[in-house]
């Protein structure tokens, strides 16, 4: 016993000590152990949102796959893959520095190439951020990959995709949001509304593709010489739609993650992300099945990413139920655009234009018109000259490049090679080697494999060809 009184009393007096070399806590300290966990949260998040956007790459590629001919699915997925590659490297080097860099004017950044902002043993923050903004980067260019499917030479593409993610999207970029690290923007010192990027993304990326679309021509057989439309179906719809699940789980990334914090106000921008997706779905199922006479499963899944496209500008200062109305409206709108790019003989497989640059358009102006702190002539002056910045910078830019490298190296490959697939002629691959294929559409017969009616890969296609 006299033992076991002795090691108690050894313990009792060395907490003793220890707890007497213990400062005692105070407000201060209290705060700065809080704020190191705040920081700690918020770079826990902005990284999962990075790994959610990341994802959504998956999302586009099986979109785009589903949507266009199995003889082309090697080189869409080839396609995706290296516009993050490309991309990644490329705004590592020179794309951060352009859109994040200290700039005087507010139109060009001039610093943090390369990554230089970080220095061992200084602040990571610039890793974390970095992160986030080049998978944003990424989706930018990805959104012009379905609109230049099936006949755009690889060689032209990964130029393209290179130069959008190092010049083109972030320039535009820091005129919105570069004060988020060391630059300014002219753009968002007039009260530019985009909280995570209906225009400063999807409009860059749907613009781009525009101008690729138009550049390439139509895919054979698409028009005939009377005008009509001839549907090119997409080879695979369930795998379409699974990539539109996967992109509206990658949204949750996209919108929330663009807070860069661990706060509160992350609940209503994931309630309104899903409100206006779902509200785009159903509205454009219903216009659909109005025009169509059959609930089209292209428009529908294309109505859900016009809704969060829509949605993209407005989450953070918009209401529940405002982002109902953006949605629906998003809904109805791609629906109309499809048809009338269509129309013109604008030859977009998966519908980019019309989701990611029309109702990229749609979204940014109706964050000023929903604005819940109130709506002004002031800030729809503002929206609208956004509106307009973009499609000029990014249109005129991306139609000199895809000029530049038709010229040169050449953007769309032969006639032979197109009817063949570029599956065989640009990778010596095959998608689907233990099944037969049956390229039907590729001479314009009406019917098979391939993304038909700009995203209405089905009924709509049909009846809208009988209809022109």
Same mark, same amino acid.
């Given at each position: 016993?006299?033992?076991?009184?002795?090691?108690?009393?050894?313990?009792?007096?060395?907490?003793?000590?220890?707890?007497?070399?213990?400062?005692?806590?105070?407000?201060?300290?209290?705060? $700065?152990?809080?704020?190191?966990?705040?920081?700690?949260?918020?770079?826990?998040?902005?990284?999962?949102?990075?790994?959610?956007?990341?994802?959504?790459?998956?999302?586009?590629?099986?979109?785009?796959?589903?949507?266009?001919?199995?003889?082309?699915?090697?080189?869409?997925?080839?396609?995706?893959?290296? $516009?993050?590659?490309?991309?990644?490297? &490329?705004?590592?080097?020179?794309?951060?520095?352009?859109?994040?860099?200290?700039?005087?004017?507010?139109?060009?950044?001039? =610093?943090?190439?390369?990554?230089?902002? *970080?220095?061992?043993?200084?602040?990571?923050?610039?890793?974390?951020?970095?992160?986030?903004?080049?998978?944003?980067?990424?989706?930018?260019?990805?959104?012009?990959?379905?609109?230049? &499917? #099936?006949?755009?030479?690889?060689?032209?593409?990964?130029?393209?995709?290179?130069?959008?993610?190092? @010049?083109?999207?972030?320039?535009?970029? +820091?005129?919105?949001?570069? =004060?988020?690290?060391?630059?300014?923007?002219?753009?968002?010192?007039?009260?530019?509304?985009?909280?995570?990027?209906?225009?400063?993304?999807?409009?860059?990326?749907?613009?781009?593709?525009?101008?690729?679309?138009?550049? @390439?021509?139509?895919?054979? +057989?698409?028009?005939?010489?009377?005008?009509?439309?001839?549907?090119?179906?997409?080879?695979?719809?369930?795998?379409? !739609?699974?990539?539109?699940?996967?992109?509206?789980?990658?949204?949750?990334?996209?919108?929330?993650?663009?807070?860069?914090?661990?706060?509160?106000?992350?609940?209503?921008?994931?309630?309104?992300?899903?409100?206006?997706?779902?509200?785009?779905?159903?509205?454009?199922?219903?216009?659909?099945?109005?025009?169509?006479?059959?609930?089209?499963?292209?428009?529908?899944?294309?109505?859900?990413?016009?809704?969060?496209?829509?949605?993209?500008?407005?989450?953070?200062?918009?209401?529940?139920?405002?982002?109902?109305?953006?949605?629906?409206?998003?809904?109805?709108?791609?629906?109309?655009?499809?048809?009338?790019?269509?129309?013109?003989?604008?030859?977009?497989?998966?519908?980019?234009? =019309?989701?990611?640059?029309?109702?990229?358009?749609?979204?940014?102006?109706?964050?000023?018109?929903?604005?819940?702190?109130?709506?002004?002539?002031?800030?729809?002056?503002?929206?609208?000259?956004?509106?307009?910045?973009?499609?000029?910078?990014? *249109?005129?830019? !991306?139609?000199?490049?895809?000029? /530049?490298? #038709?010229?040169?190296?050449?953007?769309?490959?032969?006639? #032979?090679?197109?009817?063949? +697939?570029?599956?065989?002629?640009?990778? +010596?691959?095959?998608?689907?080697?233990?099944?037969?294929?049956?390229?039907?559409?590729?001479?314009? /017969?009406?019917?098979?494999?391939?993304?038909?009616?700009?995203?209405?890969?089905?009924?709509?296609?049909?009846?809208?060809?009988?209809?022109?």
């Amino acid at each position: 016993m006299k033992k076991v009184g002795l090691i108690v009393a050894y313990l009792i007096c060395s907490l003793s000590v220890v707890w007497a070399g213990d400062d005692a806590p105070t407000i201060t300290s209290n705060a $700065d152990a809080i704020a190191l966990v705040q920081s700690h949260a918020d770079y826990v998040w902005t990284l999962v949102a990075a790994a959610l956007v990341f994802f959504m790459q998956a999302g586009f590629a099986m979109v785009e796959a589903g949507f266009t001919r199995a003889k082309n699915a090697v080189n869409i997925m080839m396609k995706n893959l290296m $516009d993050f590659s490309m991309g990644t490297i &490329a705004y590592w080097a020179i794309g951060f520095g352009l859109m994040f860099g200290v700039s005087k004017t507010g139109f060009l950044g001039t =610093s943090g190439f390369f990554l230089s902002d *970080f220095k061992v043993g200084g602040d990571p923050w610039v890793l974390a951020f970095w992160m986030f903004q080049v998978v944003f980067a990424a989706t930018a260019a990805t959104i012009v990959s379905g609109a230049m &499917a #099936e006949r755009t030479k690889f060689t032209g593409y990964l130029i393209y995709s290179a130069v959008i993610s190092g @010049l083109i999207y972030p320039i535009f970029g +820091g005129w919105a949001w570069g =004060s988020l690290f060391n630059g300014s923007g002219w753009l968002e010192g007039l009260g530019f509304i985009d909280f995570a990027g209906s225009t400063v993304v999807h409009s860059v990326g749907g613009w781009a593709a525009l101008a690729g679309a138009i550049v @390439l021509g139509p895919r054979l +057989g698409k028009y005939t010489k009377e005008g009509r439309v001839k549907p090119i179906l997409g080879h695979n719809i369930p795998l379409a !739609a699974i990539g539109v699940f996967i992109l509206w789980l990658g949204w949750f990334g996209f919108n929330p993650g663009s807070t860069t914090a661990a706060s509160k106000d992350i609940a209503m921008i994931f309630v309104n992300t899903n409100l206006s997706a779902a509200a785009g779905c159903i509205m454009a199922m219903v216009v659909s099945w109005i025009m169509f006479g059959k609930p089209e499963v292209g428009m529908s899944l294309n109505g859900a990413l016009a809704g969060l496209v829509g949605i993209t500008a407005g989450c953070a200062n918009v209401t529940p139920t405002s982002s109902i109305v953006i949605g629906a409206i998003a809904g109805m709108i791609v629906v109309f655009s499809v048809v009338f790019f269509d129309k013109i003989r604008i030859d977009d497989p998966v519908g980019a234009i =019309s989701v990611h640059g029309v109702c990229g358009a749609w979204g940014t102006l109706a964050a000023g018109l929903f604005n819940m702190g109130g709506m002004t002539l002031k800030i729809v002056a503002v929206q609208l000259t956004g509106i307009v910045a973009c499609f000029a910078w990014t *249109f005129t830019m !991306a139609f000199i490049l895809f000029k /530049v490298i #038709e010229a040169t190296m050449g953007l769309r490959v032969s006639k #032979e090679e197109e009817m063949e +697939g570029l599956d065989s002629t640009e990778h +010596g691959g095959n998608a689907y080697p233990d099944f037969t294929t049956i390229n039907h559409g590729s001479l314009g /017969v009406s019917g098979g494999p391939g993304a038909g009616y700009a995203s209405a890969p089905s009924y709509a296609s049909k009846k809208l060809a009988n209809q022109s």
